[in-house]
């Protein structure tokens, strides 16, 4: 995607606020509080706890 592709899709999604809020409320559904401690714990245990 070029950058003005994406300024154009930005824009486009700004401009619509009712999209936004339906954007919204789809990703606080899909959400997974805590997702990235739980990746970062597997990540630890897989490797040895290694830094």
Known sequence: MTGVALGDR???LLGDPDRLV???RR???LARPGAAAVI???VERL???AR
């Open 10 to 12: 930005l824009a486009d």
């Open 40 to 42: 970062a714990d597997e």
């Open 47 to 49: 490797t040895g706890g």
């Open 27 to 29: 990703a606080r559904a």
């Open 22 to 24: 339906v954007m919204g």
